[in-house]
């Protein structure tokens, strides 16, 4: 079956791409655009290992095909740091400690992410519940609690 | 927040060690940098992809793969054909052996398919589309056979044999007749007959826990490149690249150092990563197909062919005097290995009853194989199976004796000199602290709401140590490059700097620490047994103290003194002694700056093996709610209290702490493989095998014990490994506590829970 042509926009910028049918949103990040920081953890949407934003929404990149991605607009892990000055929340889970692995990382960063941009002051239940889409073997999840915490702290205090 | 019972690190003069710095490789994790397994791209890559057997049981007669090697983009179909058989060998991974002549077997299945998602052919393909149609085109002729899940039924004499020249080891007489049990192990001390005579009360109970999957949200991957002249490089994710590569050059009949194996970062393992499933058929398919060839297991794979641990049937006796002293225990373990030999029943024997201080003990061990994915290492493995039929009994033998749990754990904890009944004299450990720790809690003393129960359990695991060999390169700007084989799966570079700092007396931020390959250092065992720290630790302080040395040589050249007339203080060398005259001390940097002039490069090189890896004793305590309308067990107050020895970074133990607390979490609420009467798994996916989410647990609090190792130069034990054993026996114990109702099978999911309250509601009717 012959590719279709996409044009679209990942982190601001102006991408094309050629992809079969049946390529997710994910696969053509990560195989096509080389864009490898969003994951496959299950390409069943129940991991949240490959959270992007699509049109400013929090999406599973594997639950989106590809060729749906014309003239619409991408963020991914790749575009969260503003040159070299990371975003609150990168900085804040280094400092709490809040990865082991960091295979669930990127994920976990775009949605919490989305979450303070709609909620900027979530309780502890609210974090818990917004981020219970993505999952993490490693930590707990304390850790990971206690940084979006304190990052939705500073973001309002500055 | 958490706690600590800390050594003084100020009055031991520590400066980086039990500090809490950024660790080396964060950035690259949060900001998508970082490369995992499915991460790497080389040019002219295949996509090879694996056709896994949809029967538990089946002979396979024939396989025909023309179709699939005529369809245009097919560059490579293999199959058993294409894999060298192997004699029986039992090889170390892990904690655990191996056996070759299975590993063939389980990569790809030879004379039958053993388990639902058992390999039978791989194709190597221009994309993943056409490997995708090409596997479709593979025409494979299975006769079924009757095949069993259950460890009990595969016990039975009637049941289906998977391997007919089974006879059980450790028998005796030895049987004459195949069977599914491959072997039978024992330990023991003293006479449980009269100790169980001496005891004034007996409590025992059988358990059955159901095989759970270790869960890393990263599923197996490699790029295999094997090239004209016989040599291949293989980038994958392990917890082990030096095990890696001796697997792959045994089955593909290679020299061991054609083979460069480098690690990826990890994405989770816990043990599950210890073992080879993609990398000798990725290697293969390049060989057949004269290119690169990338693997990628799906979840589904991930679930029906990699891991689990075991499920077993657990039958558990302790007697006790009434004032609360255990005169006698026995315990019997049948676990299951899976579709070959080599469960973690002997390690479950062995830690068993570790945390007590008993005269009577006899443990019996049965592995036994089912039409189930090989089992792999998770975590501990074997312990927290024994162990949590053991806690139960613990606990309902101190609530029949009225005596608080944790009195009656610490009448009977192991201590130093304790004889364990698998075997040594435990030198210091910290059960007691642990115990004591858990009483001064204020989580123990808070009162308990309505529906609410408080449960509390004790763990051990060994901890090993092993071949490992670190370098560490002093830069001519006096920084350091340390290079360690042993994978980073949760923050190991971390720790290993600021050993590497604290020895060489620099800055944290001026020792970049990687994870070299197999081509860059000696052997290297693999990070497990929670060895890492312990042993890669070990050998960067001896690294760091042989560069130190070299470092006060070139000193003493500068300064033309003699060479034991200069130590090393602060980062610095120093003269010292009368003959060493009057010179101002120099930095580590100012003499690296001139190694070109006296001497050349310094370098510390360590190749040891590792002894003295000191066990590690963890308590939990936990407090849980019970949805009485719905069967839910809510997780209410969770805390863990362990001994580190020595935490090197704190807030990585603490992660230790809380995330095996959660896996545990998981293991005794929701976990569970769950098989159909056709013997395939149904919940191969993360919907339907429900891994605890944020939503599911509340904070963990930790409290980090620190009785130090004796062995180890900062006091280091491992400690990745026993907080997943108290979790299950500690929710069973709170479980009881709030509804009086003693569970004896894990999960205890909604369900089950409901079903045994309305059972005793209906009883008291």
Known sequence: MSKTHVSTTINGDPVEFLCEPEQTLLDVLRDELYLTGSKEGCASGDCGACSVMLDGRLVCSCLVLGPELNGRSVETIEGMAKGDQLHPLQQKFLEHAALQCGICTPGFLVAAKALLEKNPDPTETEVRYWLAGNLCRCTGYDKIIRAVLDTASEMRGS | ?765
């Open chain 2, 1 to 765: 927040m958490s706690q600590a019972l800390k050594m003084d690190d100020k009055a031991q003069g520590l400066k980086w060690v039990g500090t809490r710095p950024v660790r080396p490789d964060g950035v690259d994790k949060v900001t998508g940098r970082a490369k995992f397994g499915a991460d790497f791209n080389v040019p002219g890559m295949l996509t090879g992809k694996v056709l896994r057997s949809p029967h538990p049981h089946a002979l396979i007669r024939s396989i025909d793969t023309s179709k699939a090697e005529a369809l245009p983009g097919v560059k490579a179909v293999i199959t058993r054909d294409d894999i060298q058989d192997m004699a029986s060998e039992f090889v170390p991974a892990g904690e655990m052996l191996v056996n070759y002549r299975d590993m063939v077997r389980n990569v790809m299945a030879r004379e039958k398919s053993l388990y639902d998602g058992h390999a039978v052919a791989a194709v190597a393909a221009t994309s993943a589309s056409v490997a995708q149609k090409a596997l479709k085109l593979i025409k494979v002729e299975y006769e079924p056979l009757p095949h069993v899940i259950d460890v009990l039924e595969a016990m039975k004499p009637d049941a289906p044999i998977l391997h007919e020249d089974m006879i059980t080891e450790g028998m005796d007489p030895k049987p004459t007749k195949a069977s599914n049990v491959s072997k039978r192990v024992e330990f023991g001390l003293g006479d449980v007959e009269s100790g169980f005579a001496k005891a004034e009360v007996i409590i025992e109970r059988a358990f059955d826990t159901k095989p759970v999957h270790q869960g890393y949200i990263e599923p197996h991957a490699c790029v295999a490149s094997y090239t004209e002249d016989g040599q291949a490089e293989l980038w994958c994710s392990t917890q082990g690249h030096f095990v890696v590569r001796t697997h792959c050059a045994r089955m593909l009949g290679m020299d061991v150092s054609k083979i460069r194996v480098t690690a990826s970062e990890i994405g989770g393992g816990f043990g599950g990563k210890t073992v080879v499933y993609l990398e000798p058929l990725a290697l293969a398919l390049s060989k057949k197909s004269g290119a690169p060839v990338k693997m990628v297991m799906s979840r589904d794979e991930v679930f029906r062919a990699t891991g689990p641990t075991s499920g077993a049937h657990v039958w558990v006796k302790i007697g006790a005097t009434k004032d609360g002293r255990i005169t006698a225990a026995e315990a019997e373990l049948k676990y299951q290995a899976g579709a070959f030999q080599g469960s973690p029943v002997q390690p479950g024997c062995m830690c068993a009853f570790a945390p007590y201080d008993l005269e009577n003990v006899k443990v019996v061990g049965y592995d036994v194989v089912t039409n189930r994915p090989k089992v792999a290492a998770y975590r501990a493995p074997g312990g927290p199976i024994s162990e949590y039929g053991v806690e139960c009994v613990i606990d309902e033998l101190a609530r029949k004796l009225d005596l608080d749990p944790v009195d009656f754990r610490l009448k009977n904890a192991a201590k130093e000199g304790t004889h364990a009944a698998y075997g040594p004299k435990f030198g210091p450990i910290g059960l007691v602290e642990t115990l004591d720790a858990v009483k001064a809690h204020d989580h123990y003393k808070t009162k308990l709401g309505p529906n609410q129960g408080r449960g509390v359990a004790s763990g051990f695991w060994f901890n090993i140590g092993g071949e490992t060999c670190v370098a560490l390169n002093i830069n001519e700007d006096g920084s350091a490059t340390l290079m360690a084989g042993t994978p980073d799966i949760g923050g190991s570079r971390a720790s290993l700097a600021l050993m590497a700092a604290e020895t060489l007396g620099i800055d944290y931020d001026k020792v970049r620490p990687i994870i070299g390959d197999t081509s860059s250092l000696g052997y290297t065992f693999l990070t497990g047994g929670s060895r890492a720290t312990f042993s890669s630790g070990m050998a960067t302080v001896e690294a760091a103290q042989e560069a130190i040395k070299e470092l006060c040589v070139r000193a003493a050249k500068i300064w033309e003194i003699p060479e034991d007339a200069v130590v090393w203080e602060d980062g610095h060398a120093k003269p010292a002694g009368k003959n060493a005259g009057d010179f101002e001390p120099m930095s580590l940097a100012d003499i690296a700056k001139m190694a070109g002039k006296t001497g050349g490069p310094i370098v510390g090189y360590t190749k040891i093996n590792a002894q003295g890896a000191a066990p590690s004793f963890g308590t939990h305590l936990v407090d849980v709610e019970v949805d009485k309308e719905l069967g839910r067990v809510t997780i209410v107050r969770y805390t863990v209290v362990q001994d580190a020895g020595k935490a090197v970074h704190p807030s990585y133990v603490e992660g230790q702490y809380q995330g095996g607390a959660v896996q545990g979490i998981g293991w005794a609420l929701n976990e569970e493989y769950i098989y159909g009467k056709d013997g395939r798994m149904q919940n191969a996916g993360f919907l339907d095998y429900r891994i605890p989410v944020a939503s599911d647990v509340p904070m963990i609090d930790t409290v980090i014990v620190e009785v130090p190792n004796p062995r180890h130069p900062y006091g280091v034990r491992g400690v990745g490994e026993t907080p997943i054993i108290p979790p299950m026996a500690a929710i069973a114990n709170a479980v009881a506590d709030a509804l009086g109702i003693r569970f004896s099978e894990l999960p205890m999911s909604p369900p089950k829970v409901l079903k045994a309250i309305e059972a005793a509601n209906g009883a008291g009717d």
